[in-house]
């Protein structure tokens, strides 16, 4: 492996983005709503522990527990991190503490954060209690964050039947990761390549098999694959499907052919759809040429070269 | 005999962990070390009886990146092979089982991590718990720091013993080629209190690969196997609030099942990416100072995500394959302030 990239490597911006959507459970329905209402539930297991964020199942016996219990809005740091440089999505933008806390009345801790002027004013054991959040839904950031407050611990809890109006019964957890896309060496080449309107593989050292798309590896023979050749620019309809559905973005009317197509000298087929010619009368061993429109990074189409079919026995190993 | 079958490690190959690889695809970063083992044992792909790999696509944003390392191995005519979402350690696990069995009489087991083209940071958040703790964000270095602080609060250990790890560590890693930080590194500033820069695993991208066979094959390939004489993993609740995060049971648990009490050790790989993980990690397997730990630096000089256990369990067995240990423990930990934790105990014959 080199340390230093090579100048020309192709780089992108990849975002990766999802709505983690999760159904509850009777106790985090009751723990969500229960935030949004301003009530702190905790659930108490068969040897009269009460957990805070409370579970459905017992963490040492696994049994289904469902007594649940109101708790304090105050409670005790058990530890601290004072975290200098908040990340974005976190909860506060200026410096803050992430805090395990045991709220008063609970046997067990919840992590948040703790909005506090600087670490010389956090310690374990500290008072805190919690700020809501104006706007609250159901969700633990319905707890804006600690803040400090000095009152005196107490165990008391009182029970409660984890019943509100509307209660929350799903939540969606948006997550979205940043990333810095680079294709690597292989792919790189081809992509360039496409640039020029060209198309090239590589082949095994091994088994001569020319690839396109290139990955680097022969996945027959396990080796790397350097060796550049540029493959097409006709091929062969190896094999092809008729599409019926049209697809939410795409200009381009229904039925149309996608195929398999190998391209002239190449050992792999490659995906496109096939134009310039009635979708029933797309055949095995078709005859095609890519179609470039501008300012396009690869072939808009295929569509044939008007040339006979290809013998069945020339791309039977392709299909 | 405790299991069914004698298995040993007979071949270990790591990358050097870098912190960018922009020119490699995942394959390309792969495919060295799984063509270093096998030229070690001298087995083709085809003489290997099962594969197994560890990785997570979620760590370079590629989805189904595992499906296209396989090109590295050679995988036609079809391969019996598996996967794990998990540290490559558990994919050896998996392998160790199958050879068990008598379903394989050799395996080879790889492991990779690309952290370079995301924050891993934030990546590993979102293998929490989504309901009440991934929309806070936390970060592993925020989740690593409360627990150093607990640790602190209990008089297990303070900065200057924490600063103290870092800096073993990486004198160590001075003679391991393939370590990415090593020598004399200052503490720096903190990442999150009571965590500085220096407490924390450097960001690098790594691969990691070995090969497992039993009995007498095992003889064959290797002049000294690491013999693995157990094997165990164990996890604890995910919510940090229930646990106590000064200790590790779950990692002293798997390490009695796995032997690792029934003889002296002389050498521990230890899977610790923070400093403070170390000391708990000491405590909960209550090593004396006769063990030699992470001598080849640790995952504070190398931490390849989903390869740097993998490699604790290849570093300790290539020590035995050397003759420099006799009797070695290696460990892998995954999720957060070690969840989960996977014990091997291996040992050369003299």
């Known amino acids: 492996m080199s340390a230093t990239p090579s100048p020309d490597l192709l780089r992108a911006p990849l975002v990766v983005e999802f709505p983690f959507t999760r159904s509850l459970g009777p106790v985090q329905s009751a723990f969500l709503t229960g935030l949004r209402e301003r009530t702190v539930l905790g659930v108490r297991t068969s040897d009269g522990k009460i957990l805070v964020p409370p579970v459905e199942y017992d963490p040492v016996t696994a049994e289904e527990i469902r007594d649940l219990v109101e708790v304090g809005a105050t409670g005790t740091v058990t530890t601290w991190a004072w975290n200098p440089d908040p990340r974005r999505d976190q909860p506060l933008t200026t410096p803050f503490a992430w805090v395990l806390v045991r709220l008063d009345g609970a046997d067990t801790s919840l992590l948040h954060v703790l909005d506090a002027p600087g670490p010389e004013s956090v310690r374990s054991a500290m008072r805190v209690r919690i700020r809501w959040a104006e706007e609250r839904t159901g969700a633990i950031t319905d707890i804006a964050c600690f803040e400090p407050h000095e009152s005196e611990p107490t165990a008391h809890v009182t029970g409660h039947s984890g019943e509100f109006d509307d209660a929350v019964t799903g939540i969606v957890t948006p997550a979205r990761l940043d990333y810095t896309y680079s294709p690597g060496r292989a792919q790189t080449g081809f992509i360039n390549a496409l640039a020029g309107r060209r198309t090239v593989g590589e082949r095994c050292p091994s088994c001569r098999k020319v690839y396109v798309p290139p990955r680097g590896a022969c996945p027959t023979c396990g080796v790397a694959t350097a060796e550049q050749v540029e493959v097409g620019p006709r091929g062969t309809v190896t094999t092809y499907c008729i599409v019926n559905i049209k697809a939410r973005g795409l200009?381009?009317?229904?039925?149309?052919?996608?195929?398999?197509?190998?391209?002239?000298?190449?050992?792999?087929?490659?995906?496109?759809?096939?134009?310039?010619?009635?979708?029933?009368?797309?055949?095995?061993?078709?005859?095609?040429?890519?179609?470039?429109?501008?300012?396009?990074?690869?072939?808009?189409?295929?569509?044939?070269?008007?040339?006979?079919?290809?013998?069945?026995?020339?791309?039977?190993?392709?299909l | 005999m405790r299991y069914a079958r004698d298995v040993a490690i007979v071949a270990f190959a790591q990358t050097d962990t870098l912190r960018r690889s922009d020119e490699l695809s995942e394959v390309e970063m792969v495919m060295p070390v799984l063509h270093d083992?096998?030229?070690?044992?001298?087995?083709?792909?085809?003489?290997?009886?099962?594969?197994?790999?560890?990785?997570?696509?979620?760590?370079?944003?590629?989805?189904?990146?595992?499906?296209?390392?396989?090109?590295?191995?050679?995988?036609?005519?079809?391969?019996?092979?598996?996967?794990?979402?998990?540290?490559?350690?558990?994919?050896?696990?998996?392998?160790?089982?199958?050879?068990?069995?008598?379903?394989?009489?050799?395996?080879?087991?790889?492991?990779?991590?690309?952290?370079?083209?995301?924050?891993?940071?934030?990546?590993?958040?979102?293998?929490?718990?989504?309901?009440?703790?991934?929309?806070?964000?936390?970060?592993?270095?925020?989740?690593?720091?409360?627990?150093?602080?607990?640790?602190?609060?209990?008089?297990?250990?303070?900065?200057?013993?924490?600063?103290?790890?870092?800096?073993?560590?990486?004198?160590?890693?001075?003679?391991?080629?393939?370590?990415?930080?090593?020598?004399?590194?200052?503490?720096?500033?903190?990442?999150v209190r009571p965590l500085r820069r220096g407490d924390c695993p450097p960001v690098g991208d790594g691969a990691a690969a070995v090969i497992l066979a039993a009995g007498d094959r095992a003889r064959d390939l290797c002049e000294r196997p690491a013999w693995i004489r157990g094997m165990d993993h164990r996890i604890e609740p995910h919510s940090l609030g229930v646990r106590d995060l000064t200790d590790s049971p779950s990692t002293r648990l798997a390490a009695g099942r796995a032997g690792a009490f029934e003889a002296p050790l002389d050498t521990a790989e230890?899977?610790?990416?923070?400093?403070?993980?170390?000391?708990?990690?000491?405590?909960?397997?209550?090593?004396?100072?006769?063990?030699?730990?992470?001598?080849?630096?640790?995952?504070?000089?190398?931490?390849?995500?989903?390869?740097?256990?993998?490699?604790?369990?290849?570093?300790?067995?290539?020590?035995?394959?050397?003759?420099?240990?006799?009797?070695?423990?290696?460990?892998?930990?995954?999720?957060?302030?070690?969840?989960?934790n996977l014990v091997a105990v291996l040992e050369g014959e003299s």
């Not at chain 2, 979620?58 to 191995?73: E, H, I, K, P, Q």
């Not at chain 2, 990690?281 to 740097?308: F, K, Q, Y």
Request: proline share 6%; net charge negative; with cysteine.
């Open chain 2, 270 to 340: 230890l899977h610790a990416p923070f400093s403070s993980q170390e000391v708990v990690l000491r405590r909960s397997l209550n090593l004396n100072d006769s063990v030699r730990v992470n001598p080849s630096g640790g995952a504070l000089a190398a931490n390849p995500v989903m390869a740097a256990g993998l490699i604790r369990l290849g570093e300790a067995a290539a020590r035995i394959h050397r003759g420099e240990s006799d009797r070695a423990l290696a460990h892998a930990t995954s999720g957060p302030c070690l969840q989960q």
């Open chain 1, 251 to 318: 200009d381009i009317d229904v039925p149309y052919v996608y195929a398999h197509i190998a391209l002239d000298g190449a050992d792999l087929a490659l995906h496109g759809r096939i134009g310039g010619i009635p979708y029933d009368q797309v055949r095995m061993g078709l005859r095609v040429e890519p179609v470039w429109t501008e300012g396009s990074r690869h072939p808009d189409h295929y569509r044939p070269t008007g040339e006979p079919d290809a013998d069945y026995d020339l791309y039977k190993e392709l």
């Open chain 2, 37 to 191: 083992v096998l030229r070690q044992t001298g087995l083709r792909s085809s003489d290997i009886g099962f594969t197994c790999s560890g990785s997570t696509d979620y760590l370079a944003g590629r989805a189904f990146s595992f499906t296209m390392a396989l090109d590295g191995v050679g995988a036609w005519p079809p391969i019996s092979e598996s996967h794990v979402e998990m540290d490559g350690a558990w994919a050896l696990y998996e392998a160790w089982v199958k050879i068990l069995t008598g379903e394989a009489d050799t395996a080879l087991v790889y492991a990779y991590g690309k952290s370079s083209p995301g924050e891993v940071r934030d990546v590993l958040t979102r293998q929490l718990d989504p309901y009440y703790v991934a929309p806070l964000w936390p970060d592993s270095v925020a989740l690593a720091a409360l627990q150093a602080q607990a640790l602190i609060d209990a008089g297990g250990t303070d900065e200057p013993a924490l600063a103290a790890v870092a800096a073993r560590s990486r004198t160590d890693a001075s003679d391991n080629p393939h370590a990415q930080l090593k020598g004399s590194i200052p503490s720096g500033e903190y990442i």
